[in-house]
């Protein structure tokens, strides 16, 4: 049987819906219908007024069997603004896999997307942008820090980091029931945290003393004057997804499923930069996640400041603290102050206009990118 390859409506919705329960087990509940509307519906850079969405899908009598959907954005490079996506939520039933749906379903979105970019991605997915002739862009590196690592929260991420190997994961059951291996981990980790304990008190003198300058204030929504500061601060960097107010409220406040904390930085009553937070829900690891953050280019003392004060609302609530950057200079001031790495991602973009193309491959190194990007912060169940 021949399978269709097609651009999805809204009236798909139920197939798509009997697909991902299908497909995404414990993690379905979480792709449910109010945040596909609002990811790919109610989108603010969605291109179509019709009853289509930016989700293309395998069909096989009725039955969704494959999909690949993008997120839609809109991409600031040299200056010049271009509608794009982000790849998300690629996904092929196992008896459909190995013949080639993948990237019949790559191909299909890259002929309609001048821009497909892909921040996170799983092997499969990678070997279609390569087939694609991606572009791959500088790294982006999660950094992490550890506030107090509790036993529970030790044992949760062993099996969950085993959770695809019953034999390892038994090995962790056993270790941690019979010899204590969470205990004793936490506690050798907890040992060692007060190494950087020093670098952490430094940090907090700093921020009190920038404080006196610079003011950090938590917001309901984006507004008039993140509008403001984005007209000034988008010349500093010359390839970023746009954050401009409408993008930061939908993504940051109409979001139906996390939660968001928005926070303001003033200097001389002048905006000089934003930072989003979010504490895990119950599902995930006690971590205090840094999504999204941005400043002048060359601002570290907002950067620091700003980072500070949030690391300083989740406190003791959590186990960790999380943040990603493309920015070496963010990465340093991070490790400084006892954070360490913990991921690195390679982004790709996929461009059909060579001349757009070759300005690209001279910014590559030059991308901005932070967790939120893409769909990279969404709930991971532990």
């Known amino acids: 049987m021949t399978v269709l390859i097609r651009r999805a409506s809204v009236k798909d919705w139920e197939a798509i819906r009997r697909f ?60 010049s603004e271009y509608p794009g996506g982000w790849i998300v939520d690629v996904m092929v039933l196992p008896a459909y896999r190995g013949r080639s749906l993948g990237h019949q379903l790559h191909a299909a979105v890259a002929s309609e997307f001048p821009l497909l970019v892909t921040l996170t991605m799983a092997p499969a997915m990678r070997r279609m942008a390569l087939r694609a002739g991606c572009l791959t862009l500088n790294s982006v ?39 204590q291996l969470d205990r004793l981990g936490t506690m050798l980790v907890n040992a060692s945290r007060h190494i950087n304990l020093n670098r952490f008190l430094n940090l907090n003198r700093l921020i009190s003393t920038e404080h006196a300058a610079i003011e950090i204030v938590e917001i309901e929504f984006f507004g008039c004057e993140l509008d403001r500061f984005w007209a000034q601060v988008r010349r500093e960097y010359p390839a970023i997804s746009i954050r401009n107010a409408r993008f930061l409220n939908w993504r940051y406040v109409s979001a139906p499923d996390l939660h968001y904390r928005r926070f303001i930085a003033r200097k001389d009553d002048q905006c000089i930069g934003y930072i989003v937070i979010r504490r895990t829900s119950v599902v995930e690891l006690p971590t205090g996640v840094i999504v999204d953050f941005l400043t002048f280019r060359n601002d570290l003392d907002a950067v620091r400041c700003l980072i500070g004060h949030v690391a300083g609302i989740f406190g003791s609530e959590v186990d960790f603290l999380d943040c990603a950057t493309s920015v070496p200079e963010v990465g340093a001031m991070l490790k400084k102050f006892g954070f360490f790495r913990t991921r690195t991602e390679h982004p790709t973009i996929v461009c059909r206009d060579p001349l757009l193309r070759s300005r690209i491959q001279g910014l590559k190194r030059e991308w901005f990118f932070t967790k939120g990007d893409q769909d990279w912060d969404q709930i991971f169940i532990s």
């Open 20 to 79: 991902i329960f299908e497909t995404y087990g414990k993690l379905a509940c979480y792709k449910d219908y109010p945040r596909w509307d609002w990811q790919f519906v109610a989108n603010p850079f969605r291109s179509s007024l019709s009853d289509e969405v930016s989700v293309w899908i395998a069909e096989d009598e009725g039955n969704v069997v494959g999909q690949l959907a993008v997120q839609p954005a809109l991409i600031q490079i040299d200056g």
């Open 141 to 179: 590196q999660q950094y992490t820090k550890i506030i107090h690592l509790s036993g529970d929260t030790a044992r949760r991420y062993l099996l969950g980091r085993t959770a695809h190997s019953p034999l390892f994961r038994r090995l962790v059951q056993v270790a941690c029931t019979v010899f």
